[in-house]
């Protein structure tokens, strides 16, 4: 069945750092894929998403690319900001997956001024 | 202001009291679901609609019912309230799964002692 594995957290860096958080999936086809942000004491958001092999989904400075031949999706951000602190959710949504979503465990970033 | 509303935002029950947690989106959204969020385990996925009069179940869906009467409305019933039940749930609507992403709502901490 399809999966996502995205590294433990969390992950820690000082302000300005360069971002990656890795996420792999499992899936047959053609999955959809996303990267949710969950702030402290708030709802997931939708970050960015790519739809099909070599998207490159890009907000607020964050960028992830559909990599079929790796099936990656990694998330990276040239220089954080303590604003950045949050859980990082990657997500696959199957092609007949009528819309569910596939999680990821969660990353957790911590950004130290 | 438009997006998913849920109530309460904290709860307390004792073991064996039921109770109805809501959620409601204004965005004229045709799917809806509940997940529930556990450290460490991400999100799981309890019950889930594609429109009014449909449900069905997800991952983790023993403990509790849905309904879903209007295209606004999707309420989750906790039976008889277990310590396992205690997490943080989230509800989440699409217009269409492949195409923007899931609207969260900002979540139910639930806690059963």
């Known amino acids: 069945g399809n999966s996502v594995t995205q590294m433990e957290g969390p992950v820690t860096l000082s302000e300005e750092a360069f971002l990656t958080i890795n996420c792999t999936y499992t899936?047959?086809?053609?999955?959809?894929l996303f990267w949710y942000v969950q702030y402290p004491g708030e709802g997931l958001q939708l970050l960015l998403k790519?739809?099909?092999a070599d998207d490159k989904g890009s907000n607020k400075g964050f960028e992830a690319t559909y990599r079929k031949e790796t099936t990656s999706f990694h998330l990276e951000k040239g220089s954080v900001q303590v604003s950045d602190s949050a859980v990082y959710f990657c997500?696959?949504?199957?092609?007949?997956?009528?819309?569910?979503?596939?999680w990821g465990a969660g990353t957790k970033l911590i950004i130290k001024p | 202001n438009a997006g998913v509303t849920q109530t309460p935002k904290f709860q307390v029950l004792k073991t064996g009291q039921s109770m109805t947690l809501q959620c409601a989106q204004d965005?004229?959204?045709?799917?809806m679901s509940w997940y529930r969020q556990d450290p460490g385990m991400g999100l799981r996925l309890i019950h889930y609609?594609?429109?009014?009069?449909?449900?069905d179940q997800g991952e983790v869906p023993n403990g509790y019912n849905v309904s879903r009467s209007t295209t606004e409305d999707f309420p989750l019933r906790l039976l008889s309230a277990a310590p396992s039940q205690t997490s943080v749930y989230f509800c989440?609507?699409?217009?269409?799964?492949?195409?923007?992403?899931?609207?969260f709502g900002s979540g139910t901490r639930l806690t059963v002692v």
């Open positions: 965005m004229n959204h045709e799917y």
């Open positions: 899936a047959t086809g053609y999955p959809s």
């Open positions: 989440a609507s699409s217009y269409s799964g492949q195409g923007p992403g899931y609207t």
């Open positions: 609609s594609v429109g009014a009069g449909i449900t």
């Open positions: 997500a696959l949504m199957g092609a007949d997956s009528n819309y569910q979503l596939i």
């Open positions: 790519a739809t099909k």
